[in-house]
């Protein structure tokens, strides 16, 4: 592995999350502003061509894992061409998808080595599901979910927890568990700019196994093994067939583990997800120059701790987490 991936505190990154798009077919209340996010012009947005020549340059760098994200990566009408292309790479390739047109894509997934993939479901009730989401394809991704594990996939169940909203579905998405292989994720309700994050809607990792151990009892609860670098922590309820994990970002950071990096839908590097800085790679791509240099400038700038914001103080300032991007346009 070359050294401009490694960073002033000797985090090496290996794992590049790749944003297709600015847009979704979703309109999650914690993700996408109510009043919409601002738009990049879709002369922007990198080409597959553009989206295959960064990645490289990464891989060429010691990348070993790339997911593709977004706003919703299966909306793009070329999505088959860059799954296919960067399957060519000698890399492991992931994706998070909404699921609502994985269906689609299941033999493209399947023919680029896909085996894992990330699905956001923050309620198992379909009326909820449409309150959050503001749509109402709660059957249609419910059946993917199925689909994909009928069809071999590992799947992770990507649920942001809000307090009030969906914090007394923990124990059903638990249970769900019992019978399916998946991997159910509580994550911590972060904030980005126009999200209206406050921290009394937040269901922090202490609620969450507070309230499963209040239920299951802590005999029944199994921590496992955690795979490296994984920003989650695993547990499973003795006998069931799948699994959940917790993922603290606001209460308890995992920046010294941290080996991700992020491509914008417009190309641009981003150090850290909390961080407001970018280096803009896409225009030195398109003036036929290499962007090595920029990549190598942008890492040794990463801060230690959640773009700077090191404390819970400064994270809940609205002035320094707002000047960041909404979620819809990071991707994740
Ligand atoms: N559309 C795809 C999806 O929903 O899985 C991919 C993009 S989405 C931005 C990626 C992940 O970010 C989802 O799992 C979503 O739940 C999570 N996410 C979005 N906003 C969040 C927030 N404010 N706090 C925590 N997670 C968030
Ligand atoms: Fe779309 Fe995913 Fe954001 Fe929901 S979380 S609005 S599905 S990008």
């Known amino acids: ?26 309109r999650c209340t914690y993700c996408m502003p109510a ?11 990198m080409s597959f061509d553009e989206v295959f020549s960064i990645a490289k340059t990464f891989v060429d760098h010691g990348v070993t894992k790339i997911r593709l994200t977004g ?33 689609r894509y299941i033999d493209t997934l399947k023919a680029c080595r896909i085996k894992n993939t990330n699905v956001s479901l923050d309620s198992l009730n379909a009326d909820k599901f449409k309150a959050i989401t503001r749509r109402n ?12 594990v009928a069809e071999g996939f590992n799947v992770k169940i990507n649920a942001v927890l809000i307090k009030g909203f969906n914090d007394d579905e923990i124990i059903d998405f638990i249970k769900l568990t019992e019978m399916l292989a998946v991997t159910v994720r509580f994550i911590e309700f972060m904030p980005f700019d126009g999200n209206r994050w406050n921290i009394e809607k937040m269901v922090s990792v202490k609620d969450i196994l507070d309230t499963t151990i209040n239920y299951f009892t802590k005999d029944k609860l199994i921590r ?14 003795k006998n069931y067939k799948g699994s959940f994990a917790v993922i603290s970002a606001v209460t308890n950071p995992f920046c010294d583990t941290c080996n991700r990096l992020r491509i914008t839908a417009n190309g641009q590097l981003k150090n850290c997800l909390f961080s407001a800085d970018e280096s803009d790679l896409l225009t030195t791509l398109r003036a036929g120059k290499p962007i090595d240099h920029i990549v190598e400038k942008t890492i040794r700038l990463k801060a230690k701790t959640r773009g700077r914001m090191d404390t819970l103080e400064k994270l809940k300032t609205t002035d320094l987490h707002s000047q960041n991007r909404s979620m819809i346009t990071i991707g994740g």
């Open 1 to 26: 592995m070359s050294t401009i991936l490694t960073d002033t505190y000797h985090r090496k990154h290996t794992y590049l999350r790749i944003s297709l798009t600015e847009r979704c077919n979703l």
């Open 35 to 45: 009043e919409g996010a601002q738009l990049s012009p879709k002369s922007h947005i």
């Open 71 to 103: 706003g919703e990566p299966l909306l793009r009408k070329d999505a088959h061409i860059i799954l296919e292309k960067l399957a060519t790479l000698p890399v492991e390739l992931a994706i998070t998808t909404n699921a609502v047109n994985v269906e």
């Open 137 to 148: 394809y709660f059957d249609k991704v419910y059946r993917n979910i199925l689909r994909l």
């Open 224 to 237: 496992l093994e955690d795979a490296k670098n994984d920003t989650s922590k695993n547990y499973k309820i």
